[in-house]
């Protein structure tokens, strides 16, 4: 059974701090790793993307990435009000063929100004 | 800009009355999704076409279909709408590389009375 697992939340945090997201998943196979911000009633968005282990920053973002012990991780620094939003890991399994994203059921953050 | 793009983005319909939801791109993606997303649930996906070639999911029931006249667009079907049915529907698209990042419509929100 392949899985993505994710704190439900809400993570609440105070404007400016910053907030660690985090996301574990079961199939040593897995390749590559997304992070999808979700405000609601909105559509998915891009965040990140990591592929190999370690960090990979962009702006206030950064995706950590550790296969051995198969969790990835989201950073927001200097957290802002507008980031408030449900915040979806998602894990592509390949080679294989294998064109779909095992979704987690996302974690929900409230920045509080 | 190159993007996603779905249409109507709020649809109403009646129980048991067929309803066409709609999906083009721009970004020219061999690979297009088609995810139903319920309140607080991660986005469940239904099928996808890699180029021509239609994916169905095992637990996609067979009130939904799917078309895809050409590469830009992509169509969802519902035949006899359900309550169950009311939903978020979210169209994605992926380019044909590996490592599979999707990309995602605004969503059209059904409603069914």
């Known amino acids: 059974q392949k899985e993505v697992e994710q704190n439900s939340g809400p993570l609440s945090v105070p404007e400016g701090a910053i907030a660690s997201l985090n996301c574990t998943y079961s199939?040593?196979?897995?390749?590559?790793f997304f992070w999808y911000r979700q405000y609601s009633g909105k559509s998915p968005e891009l965040i990140m993307s990591i592929y190999s282990n370690g960090d990979k920053e962009d702006g206030r973002f950064t995706a950590q990435l550790n296969k051995a012990s198969q969790y990835v991780s989201l950073l927001i620094r200097d957290s802002q009000p507008s980031d408030s939003a449900t915040y979806l890991c998602?894990?592509?399994?390949?080679?294989?063929?294998?064109?779909?994203?095992?979704w987690g059921l996302g974690t929900s953050l409230a920045v509080n100004p | 800009d190159a993007m996603v793009i779905q249409n109507p983005r709020y649809q109403v319909t009646q129980f048991g009355k067929p309803v066409t939801l709609s999906c083009s791109q721009t970004l020219n993606h061999n690979v297009m999704y088609w995810y139903q997303q319920k309140s607080s649930q991660a986005p469940k996906l239904l099928f996808h076409y890699y180029d021509k070639d239609f994916n169905n999911e095992a637990d996609t029931p067979d009130n939904f279909q799917s078309r895809r006249p050409n590469t830009s667009f992509c169509f969802l079907d519902i035949r006899s709408p359900g309550l169950g049915d009311a939903a978020m529907y979210l169209c994605?698209?992926?380019?044909?590389?590996?490592?599979?990042?999707?990309?995602f419509g605004p969503g059209t929100r059904l409603l069914v009375l």
């Open positions: 994605a698209t992926s380019p044909q590389a590996p490592q599979e990042t999707q990309y």
């Open positions: 998602a894990v592509n399994l390949y080679p294989g063929n294998n064109r779909k994203l095992i």
């Open positions: 199939d040593r196979v897995s390749q590559s």
